[in-house]
């Protein structure tokens, strides 16, 4: 693991474990922190920024004490989700053959998911 990313994830649980200790909030921020556990997603170079990360754990903050189909559905429109499911950026079928005017089938990845 290169230094800035070992920099990078050891800010990210800093931040977790002092809002985890100090917010006036613990049991959603416990609560949050076992569906972050339920539901993880994968490390890669591309997605090493720390608020994207923030912003997945923010979902289980929100809906901490709500139903697990508002968490996934939430989840799955995160910048870091769309990532992971290869769906960042991906056009539709109809746009490539309008705008490019080739035929590129679009990645399915998420649909299957």
């Known amino acids: 693991m290169l230094y800035w990313q070992w920099h990078y994830l050891e800010y990210r649980y800093s931040v977790w474990v002092n809002i985890a200790l100090e917010a006036r909030d613990q049991l959603r921020q416990r609560v949050a922190w076992a569906l972050y556990q339920i539901i993880p997603i994968g490390v890669t170079v591309e997605n090493y920024e720390t608020e994207v990360f923030l912003g997945y754990y ?10 697990y ?14 990532m992971w499911l290869s769906f960042y950026g991906n056009l539709s079928l ?20």
């Open 58 to 67: 923010d979902v289980f903050v929100r809906n901490a004490f709500g139903s």
């Open 69 to 82: 189909r508002d968490i996934l559905k939430e989840i799955s429109y995160t910048d870091i989700m769309s």
């Open 94 to 113: 109809q746009y490539q053959i309008e705008y490019n005017g080739s035929p590129v089938l679009p990645d399915e990845n998420y649909a299957r998911e």
